[in-house]
């Protein structure tokens, strides 16, 4: 009797081990998916209304002529501490999502980090800084607040900026 309970024991350990490595090992793995917005208020997790500040994929001069955009552009709302673009697990999937200049024009589709040429502020209340790295670090430039009677001014990013811009903040 003493030998079955043992048996019946290593059999059990087994089964449970067994069980164990079925888990483990047919267990779905983590998915990603991939994004290309031009607005950061389009990913999910921030909550925004609309984009302030807008990045061109080219200098002022050529991003509007007579009136009309004529370059592709990206447009953020509050703090972006890379322009790359933003991760974030949900569930067992990790969604990122990337920065792209849309609507159209010159640049369209390509990614916003390291390709801005000029930025345009129109937020009523606050004011902007670009810079040079991610998590708003190295060289910036500020982009003083639209105002509540303003034009949003098209201005070209400083040389050391121009094609190197990876964060913007509210300043």
């Not at 592709?72 to 999502?97: C, E, K, M, R």
């Not at 708003?136 to 949003?152: M, V």
Request: aromatic share 14%; net charge positive.
């Amino acid at each position: 009797m003493r030998v079955k309970s043992a048996r019946t024991k290593l059999a059990a350990v087994g089964s449970v081990l067994a069980a164990g490595v079925a888990l483990l090992f047919g267990a779905a793995p983590a998915q990603a998916a991939t994004y290309n917005v031009t607005d950061n208020c389009d990913v999910p997790w921030i909550t925004c209304s609309y984009g302030d500040l807008w990045m061109f994929y080219n200098s002022k001069d050529i991003a509007i002529q007579n009136g009309t955009y004529k370059s592709a552009f990206t447009t953020f709302y509050g703090n972006v501490d890379d322009h790359w673009g933003t991760s974030q697990y949900q569930g067992s999937t990790l969604s990122t999502y990337r920065y792209v200049f849309g609507n159209g024009g010159n640049g369209n589709g390509q990614y916003t980090k390291n390709n801005a040429a000029s930025v345009q502020n129109c937020a009523r209340d606050d004011n902007y800084r670009v810079y040079y790295n991610s998590g708003y670090g190295g060289t910036s430039q500020y982009f003083a607040k639209n105002g509540p009677y303003g034009d949003c001014n098209i201005t070209d990013l400083i040389s050391a900026l121009k094609n190197n811009n990876a964060s913007s903040h509210f300043s």
